[in-house]
């Protein structure tokens, strides 16, 4: 971990949170592509020194990437398609006739995947040596994931989903079975290592890009895992599943005042005792993995590693729940690097998504692993002074935003909120919550104790409810959102950056 990743939670900072999917581009979603780096030089000139990404692995059910058939991929639609152009693998295409607003995943997936499939032709077919040699150095060195993972979407490709309706020698991974199957599928695996090599090495040049700008990147771990995934597939014995591999209990929240049967998620469970007996092997790679590819990471749910809500997976809601002890202390103390010659373990560079109900206990955790917690403003108004979302109550080592991913816009917010949290809002931000109630926030959050503060770039640029990102609970039409340049104009760079400056976290870098 460089020193600038190392001070980024001590130091006054400011980013912006945007998912890759959201960038302007000419194929139908966004990538790794121009507009990338075009948001970096963006950020770079606003003063800002944090991107804050949503997930990047491949995405799952109604396009989400929280849940994903694996935890270690990079997702195929964002890998940049013009430099596979430039290659010489893939022929120009120009006319595509995508909306520019929205990612039309019905559209936008088989087009890319397609792509991608030309592009492997095309490789395969005028390949250098060096470029041959690289893409297998890139197979052996990843090949602790990446085998069992393109293993995986060659045989969904071949047998559908989900795995537990594969062939049963498959569903359970039968080593002689699958080496059968890899024998007769080799253009699969190498069509997907390449989707993986072109994305990982696309990925790791716009994060140096980043640095030398002076932009960190921060992404995103989802506390749990899908049932059809390759991680779950190939480490069943570390999930709660029967003998035919489907879930026995499944994740998600109680009934709250949100919903009155709470949220059944469906993922998967944890035997966090099985895990324990491998000093947590599954979860030290995945974290080692993904901090090879961003500087800092949101961990998300993280009350549920303190306790979770258990539900019998035959229960149709949330409501006949139970808490469960989660894996607790014992899982960060295997993830924290061993102690350095003073004896002093560096902390992960980690921050808590500690939203909802948070115990006492859950607040032990986090602050005993030394993580930041978050706060979200637009949870603030409408009780008491005492309410800490609200920024006067924060302390130092927090992470607060106007609102997440999973909230609306703060403009969407102001225009739909209670008389009461209006009337509370103006008493605290001033006449200005009325002019533009996104500024009114994000002036707030940046002049507070909070060393670091994070603003969705939908309300940099003050946009209504129509470009929220997503709506929890809603299966279908979230993770949709795309902006364009001109909605960007020339004035929220130089304004943010003077917001930024003014309240000390315009810093020339990180150190």
């Known amino acids: 971990m460089s020193l600038l990743t ?222 059809h995934s390759a991680d779950v597939w190939m480490n069943a014995s570390q999930y709660c599943l029967d003998a035919q591999g489907e879930p026995t209990v499944v994740a998600g929240v109680p009934p709250d005042h949100f919903s009155v049967t709470g949220q059944r998620w469906g993922n998967p469970l944890y035997r966090w005792d099985r895990m324990a007996e491998d000093g947590f092997a599954w979860w030290r790679d995945r974290l080692t993995h993904l901090l090879a590819l961003v500087d800092v990471v949101r961990l998300d749910h993280f009350r549920g590693f303190e306790s979770y809500w258990e539900i019998p997976a035959s229960e149709p809601t949330a409501a006949a729940g139970s808490w469960r002890e989660g894996a607790g202390e014992a899982l960060f103390a295997a993830l924290t690097p061993a102690p350095g ?35 979200v403003m637009q949870f603030a108004f409408g009780d008491t002074s005492a309410n800490p979302y609200l920024p006067h109550n924060f302390d130092a080592p927090t992470v607060a935003y106007t609102g997440t991913h999973d909230n609306d816009t703060s403009l969407g917010w102001w225009q739909t909120a209670s008389e009461t949290e209006r009337h509370a809002a103006r008493a605290y931000l001033g006449p200005q919550a009325d002019v533009e109630i996104h500024w009114a926030m994000m002036q707030s959050l940046s002049q507070s104790v909070a060393n670091t503060v994070i603003f969705p770039l939908q309300d940099v640029l003050g946009l209504d409810s129509t470009h929220r990102m997503n709506t929890p609970g809603v299966a279908h039409g979230c993770w949709q959102w795309r902006f364009d340049w001109h909605q960007v104009g020339d004035e929220p760079a130089p304004r943010l950056a003077s917001l930024t400056r003014a309240h000390g976290r315009n810093l020339s870098g990180l150190t």
């Open 6 to 227: 190392a001070s980024v939670f001590s130091q006054r900072t400011s980013g912006v949170l945007l998912h890759l999917t959201s960038l302007p581009g000419v194929h139908g979603s966004g990538d790794l592509g121009a507009e990338a780096y075009h948001f970096v030089d963006w950020l770079a000139s606003a003063g800002q020194r944090l991107w804050q990404i949503l997930p990047f692995s491949p995405v799952g059910p109604g396009n989400s990437p929280y849940h994903s058939p694996s935890t270690f991929a990079g997702n195929p639609l964002l890998v940049d398609l013009e430099e596979l152009v430039r290659c010489g693998w893939l022929s120009p295409r120009s006319d595509h006739g995508f909306e520019s607003n929205r990612c039309d995943f019905e559209r936008v997936a088989p087009y890319r995947m397609g792509r991608l499939r030309e592009a492997w032709q095309g490789f395969l077919q005028k390949v250098q040596p060096a470029d041959w040699s690289d893409f297998e150095r890139f197979r052996a060195q990843q090949s602790h994931w990446l085998e069992g993972y393109v293993l995986f979407m060659a045989l969904e490709a071949r047998h559908g989903k989900p795995w537990t309706q594969w062939p049963a020698a498959l569903a359970q991974c039968e080593p002689g079975a699958l080496a059968d199957m890899a024998a007769h599928m080799t253009d699969d695996l190498g069509f997907f290592s390449f989707i993986q090599w072109r994305f990982h090495l696309q990925w790791q040049r716009l994060r140096e890009y980043a640095h030398q700008r002076g932009v960190l990147i921060a992404g995103d771990a989802p506390i749990f895992v899908a049932h």
């Open 341 to 375: 010659q003073h004896g002093v373990r560096s902390p992960l560079p980690i921050f808590a998504e500690d939203l909802g109900v948070i115990t006492p206990a859950v607040t032990a955790l986090r602050q005993a692993c030394g993580f930041p917690g978050m706060r």
